[in-house]
């Protein structure tokens, strides 16, 4: 009977344990798959037509703002 008290006693603190590791929220958080996303996003945009139109109206509108003129 002590037996079977000891191993359920061990065991479940051990279930116990790995309850709240696995719980935990930084568990499932990888900072490399969001630097990856960023980049395919960045890459993405920047080979897009629209995302380089964009970024042709930000440098326009940016040299606006310090007085340089465009072509």
């Given amino acids: 009977m002590i037996d079977y008290i000891a191993l359920s006693v061990g ?3 051990l279930a116990f344990a790995f309850w709240h590791l696995f719980m935990r929220s930084g568990v ?3 900072p490399l798959i969001g630097d ?3 980049a395919e ?3 993405r ?3 897009s037509i629209a995302g380089r139109n964009a970024q042709r109206r930000t440098k326009t509108e940016g040299a606006k703002q ?3 003129r465009s072509r």
Avoid: E
């Fill in 11 to 13: 065991h479940g603190l």
């Fill in 28 to 30: 499932d958080v990888d």
């Fill in 36 to 38: 990856i996303r960023d």
């Fill in 41 to 43: 996003k960045a890459n």
């Fill in 45 to 47: 945009q920047a080979t």
């Fill in 66 to 68: 310090s007085g340089v």
